[in-house]
């Protein structure tokens, strides 16, 4: 049970670490990452078992983006501790104490932007390189270049190394999502969002346009240079012309720190930055020297996460929305607020249910929470400060958009409305065909659809394609020019390309997500192959079950979107996959884990091969594998499968076997 949940821990997590690092696009708060990566963390410690070096508690940051040179780092680049209260941090203050004793400790703000490196040698900026996974990172000096506080040259000549944090500057935050909201793009969560998308852009004019900034803090070998304290460190960077945050604080005790901490904690939404903790360092670097690190961490440093943030304000009323799938959300009303540096006037009410338990009443007093950049959220209302007008909220029994009935299916908290042609629904549909992960139609977002809806150009997903017929008309519209509106009609041309599985993604079958969706397009390969698919080959498919496997067949029986198929097909979208087809084998629906040092190939080649011949590579080993490859000192992985009798084989077997199907 409790391996089982490490695992899905592990698979949450990775996916939110990839839309938080890779996508710039997270769809949680921090704070409720933190908590799965700390739930994670103590399983891990109940069940050593579990171990496995490829777990995101052993992880440092994302995944390094193609299109830009990778670096490796000289020195790794790590991540922080958390902490969370005082309790936390008298606790960490107690390790450090036993380590290396008395100690003082330099806290400073926890900047809430991107990690970077600089190198300098001869006086001269040579290069920026991001954190990546800490141990490689992407070279992005010629954005890094476009901030104007970083000097290109400094007064000292040998090689140097300092760490930092770029960032956007509140205000332009607030002026680049006020013209994106302008133009009907997506506007960005947050500046840390901002600032990392903005860095990695292969187009660094677009990286000028974004007015960024940093702060830096860690040199690194600043002995050699005759550093012995952090403080002193930061003294000298600023002597050398860089930015370096005045707001911190040399603290003697761990007492002196929480306050600091607590006086931030009044004082974070005036600074002209985001700031998502507080940081605590040990101020002598020999000490630093001698607490060391883990693997992913240092200990003699440690950030203290300020929690999120919760107000009081009026509701004026409950509004719904309607979702692609046709799912009816309730959503508060509010009398504007500021909380969390953003101001606030909607937050969500999820569904009936929620909104009954919470006994929330149209103009009540209710409780606000932003935990960051994610939508806001009603915790409760105050019955106490109930006025004579508050109004018990009935929910809705027809669609506020077409008028159906509104459907509440057994088990599901929510409500629906199945009227296909909802409006709602379709603007709804060519959002989700257009967004990122499914045709990634650059600058074809919510706005945007939603304004050539109103007037008419987009009533179906295969209007996106005839829009190119009505680029006079779009000029003549306020805010789009020449530059935009090609830009727009390029970008969908382009989008004909795209393989079949982002195209399966974008048709928003239900239960089929961008996962499903590669999947079924390694396994059919083409369109029509998919269309004529019968239940029983689908349900045949690791990772479809009945339910997904009847959700596609009765998409496709519909008429309405076999029409949609043979419209795009005629429009020139591309109708086959780039993922490989699968062979029937031996490791067909085996579930095989790969460990120690391969010989005659690269652990992602053979988890490319097995993966044609039908596996399905996992990270650990569990009851639920079948096979464990293994190579040159392969360690307890290996001693685990032994223990629990699975099957084991060597990179020579394993390769002979696999020549059985490559020469057939
Ligand atoms: N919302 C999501 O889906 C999601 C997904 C992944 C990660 N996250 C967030 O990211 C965190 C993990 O990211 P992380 O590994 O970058 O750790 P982190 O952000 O918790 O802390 C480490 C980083 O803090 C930065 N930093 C800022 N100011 C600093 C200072 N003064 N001194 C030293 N470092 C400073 C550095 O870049 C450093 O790498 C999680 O705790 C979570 O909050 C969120
Ligand atoms: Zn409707």
Redesign the pocket.
Known sequence: MSIERINELRDI?RR??R???ELDA?????????RY?QELIELENQYPEAYDPESPTQK??GKVLEGFNKVAHKEV????G?AYNFEDLQAFDERVRNEVGNVEYVV????????MSLIYDEGKLQMAVT?GDGTVGEDVTNNVLTIRSIPRTIDFKGPMELR??VYMPKASFEHLNAIRRERGEDEFANPRNAAAGSIRQLDSRIAASRKLDA?W??YVNAENDGMTTHEQCLERFAQLGFHC?EERRVCKTIQDAWDYIQEMTEKRNDLAFD???M?L?VNSLADQRRLGATIKTPKW?I?Y?FPAEEVITKLHDIMITVGRTGKITPNAVLEPVRVAGTSVSAATLHNEDMINAKDVRVNDFVVIRKA???IPEVVRALPERREADSKPYVFPTICPICGSKLIRFEDEANHYCINQDCPARVVESIIHFASRDAMDIDTLGDKKVEFLHNHGWLNTVEDIYKLKNHREDLLQCEGYKEKSVDKLLNAIEDSKQNPLEDLIFGLGIRQVGKKAAKILAQQFQTMDKLMLAEKETLTKIHDIGEITADAILAFFAEEKNQQLIEALKHEGLRMDSDQIEKVESYFTNKTVVLTGSLERMTRDEAKDLLEKYGANVSGSVSKKTDLVIYGENAGSKLQKALQLNIETMDEVSFISEVNRYETT
């Open positions: 997590l939110l670490s839309e938080y690092y997270p769809s949680v708060s921090d704070q409720e990452y933190d990566m440092v940051g680049m790590l991540s922080l958390n400073e703000c926890k900047i809430d932007g991107l990690a954190r930092g944090e702060f803090y860690t945050n700031i998502d903790g940081v360092k440093a950030a996460k960051g950049d994610i």
